[in-house]
Antibody
Framework: EVQLVQSGGGLVQPGQSLRLSCTTS????????MSWVRQAPGKGPEWIGC??????????EYAASVKGRFTISRDDSKSIAYLEMNSLKTEDTAVYYC?????????WGQGTLVTVSS | EIVLTQSPATLSLSPGERATLSCRAS??????LGWYQQKPGQAPRLLIY???FRVTGIPARFSGSGSGTDFTLTISSLEPEDFAVYYC?????????FGRGTKVEIK
């Protein structure tokens, strides 16, 4: 069974940083790209970025809204994906999900709430 | 960036009725489109991929069609558990993008 367990959310002030983790099991983590998707309160999902597998150079893609502030990384030895968020803004407030990507997102973490507020 | 426009924003229907949801892409995306269902407090659930293929376990009342820029999700006869928000998502190009959703509510 595919499982994605997220951790690391919480309340931070604008300008601060936060790192989210996504610990996975039940699938060949190293073979999959991993994406992060967020959903602001009352809004639709927003894809924010992904990291490809080692076979594809662990290259990354980001949405314009987070490029230069957020960094996605992975540790294949532990089957964990990370989302490092810097220079957080109030508009980054959302539930953040990790999900393996096979063009689509058919397994999701439980979501972790990030609140950016002074 | 490919923008997905969903219509209508809200669909008010009764159980047993047919629901037709639309998703239009700002540029052609071939068949690179999926549909998701989301209920309050839950992550989105993939229903349809590649425009018309049902995910294993999804009831046959859900069907997808379309290609290029115009896509449709049809629910042939609404069950009580189908009242939710539906999103389309494209993977034709980066960045991936979702539509803003159609809420199917009970009339």
């Amino acid at each position: 069974e595919v499982q994605l367990v997220q951790s690391g959310g919480g309340l931070v002030q604008p300008g601060q940083s936060l790192r989210l983790s996504c610990t996975t099991s039940g699938f060949a983590f190293g073979d999959f790209a991993m994406s992060w998707v967020r959903q602001a309160p009352g809004k639709g999902p927003e894809w924010i970025g992904c990291i490809r597998s080692k076979a594809y150079g662990e290259t990354t893609e980001y949405a314009a809204s987070v490029k230069g502030r957020f960094t996605i990384s992975r540790d294949d030895s532990k089957s964990i994906a990370y989302l490092e968020m810097n220079s957080l803004k109030t508009e980054d407030t959302a539930v953040y999900y990790c999900t393996p990507e096979t063009y689509y997102f058919d397994h999701w973490g439980q979501g972790t709430l990030v609140t950016v507020s002074s | 960036e490919i923008v997905l426009t969903q219509s209508p924003a809200t669909l008010s229907l009764s159980p047993g009725e047919r629901a037709t949801l639309s998703c239009r892409a700002s540029q052609t995306i071939s068949h690179s489109l999926g549909w998701y269902q989301q209920k309050p407090g839950q992550a989105p659930r993939l229903l349809i991929y590649d425009a018309s293929f049902r995910v294993t376990g999804i009831p046959a009342r859900f069907s997808g069609s379309g290609s290029g820029t115009d896509f449709t999700l049809t629910i042939s006869s609404l069950e009580p558990e189908d009242f939710a928000v539906y999103y389309c998502q494209q993977h034709s190009s980066w960045p991936r993008s979702f539509g803003r959703g159609t809420k199917v509510e009970i009339k």
